[in-house]
């Protein structure tokens, strides 16, 4: 500890010299003092330049998962290469990471781009999303998550860059056998979108023995929350289909109230379970994808989930709870293709890459209501 007189003395010394100055001893210098902000980017530049991957490629990073993965992609020094075409996603979510308007399936702008930059790895989470639109109109599914998916990784093995993240789902499972769910459970996808998730899953396998393409799936469980002292979260000009930004609208009196699809399912009150998982979670899941990446090659999944489901019923109980506020229910009928129980067995994602879920129900709850408040 500096007694109280060389602290004064070090104050006064950064007021003649704000940038940092050097204690000489017996001539030689002993002693480099830094602005903190400076030694930490000095430390930070140090870890870079023993990592392998630094440079990434984010298709989708304007979008919900993806622009919290770029924000923390930046705070550790990642230089972010962000690929989205904005049908979705918010341009002022991107934050200061490099921006190129386009599609990620473009393959003209794909080679454009891996001819103009030199990435280390590509992290992949532009995609249609929508497990009711995948059904009314699957060829929308197969052109976008199979076909572009298909352009991006070709580009990738032509410009030799072989490490990708791959946004995957839990709704490659479909209705589960066992709960929770293993990673080594049965597929048996009940949409075009699970299906189409699936098949990316396989291509990246084969892609793996034919071109060396390495590649970590990670399938998401149900992800939720906000960041919003950073501006990010869903896109709140959307129309919601997610349950937690729907019984928020309720309490906000956007809507009259929130139905419950369904309450004779095999569970504890009968309504459905689904393992919330907070999206900064998410995104550093993606950060520890990219290390297993620097010293693994190969195909690699994992679930992330937190191993704890709640109900629809427990889900309106906790808003009513964080936001004080009444919300009016009916019960509906079943929405199709609705699983009964989708729960995590993340043990092996802990296990290999030291992921652990930082956030419980109330932060997803409270950072999503300060988010759609806004
Ligand atoms: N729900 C309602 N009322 C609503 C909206 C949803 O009761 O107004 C129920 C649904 O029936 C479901 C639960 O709330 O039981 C969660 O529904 P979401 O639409 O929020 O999420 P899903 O579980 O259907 O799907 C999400 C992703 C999928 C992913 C899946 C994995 O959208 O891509 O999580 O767990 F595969």
Redesign the pocket.
């Known amino acids: 500890m500096l007694d109280n007189k060389t602290i004064s003395e070090l104050y006064q010394a950064f007021a003649a010299s704000p940038n940092g100055f050097l204690i000489v001893d017996s001539g030689s210098p002993s002693f480099a003092v830094l602005p903190y902000k400076a030694y930490k980017a000095l430390r930070q530049s140090q870890a870079n330049s023993s990592k392998k991957i630094n440079k990434i490629l984010v298709t989708g990073g304007a979008g919900y998962i993806g622009s919290h993965t770029v924000r923390l992609l930046r705070e550790q020094n990642y230089e972010v290469v962000v690929l989205d075409n904005l049908s979705t996603g918010r341009g002022e979510a991107v934050g200061d990471a490099k921006f190129i308007e386009g599609d990620f399936s473009d393959r003209d702008l794909l080679d454009r781009v891996f001819l103009e930059e030199r990435f280390d790895a590509v992290m992949h989470f532009a995609a249609s999303?929508?497990?009711d639109e995948s059904v009314a109109n699957p060829a929308k599914y197969y052109e976008s998550n199979v076909v572009g998916g298909i352009n991006l990784v070709n580009a990738m093995v032509k410009a030799g860059v072989v490490r990708l993240v791959f946004s995957s789902?839990?709704?490659?499972y479909g209705e589960p056998q066992i709960s929770p769910i293993g990673e080594e459970s049965v597929c048996h996808p009940t949409n075009p979108?699970?299906e189409t998730?699936l098949c990316f899953e396989n291509i990246l396998k084969w892609y793996s023995g034919a071109y060396g393409l390495s590649s970590v799936s990670l399938r998401?469980?149900?992800?939720?929350g906000a960041l919003p002292e950073a501006g990010l979260g869903y896109n709140r000009s959307l129309d919601?289909?997610?349950?937690?930004p729907?019984?928020l609208d309720a309490a906000l009196g956007k809507t009259s109230e929130?139905?419950?699809?369904?309450n004779d399912y095999d569970t504890s009150d009968g309504?459905?379970?689904?393992?919330y998982v907070h999206v900064l979670d998410l995104a550093a899941a993606h950060i520890l994808a990219l290390t297993k990446l620097e010293t693994d090659s190969g195909t690699h999944i994992y679930n992330v989930?937190t191993g704890r489901g709640y109900s629809?019923l427990e889900?309106i109980d906790e808003v009513m709870e964080v936001t004080g506020r009444m919300i009016p229910m009916k019960i509906?009928a079943?929405?199709a293709g609705?699983?009964?129980r989708?729960v995590a067995n993340s043990q092996k994602i802990q296990r290999e890459l030291g992921w652990k879920p930082e956030y419980d129900l109330k932060s997803i709850i409270q950072s999503s209501w300060d988010w759609q408040k806004q």
């Open positions: 999303i929508k497990v789902s839990a709704a490659v979108y699970g998730k998401y469980f149900n992800a939720a919601h289909t997610h349950l937690i729907r019984v929130i139905e419950v699809f369904g309504t459905c379970i689904r393992d989930g629809v889900i509906g079943r929405r609705d699983p009964g989708l």
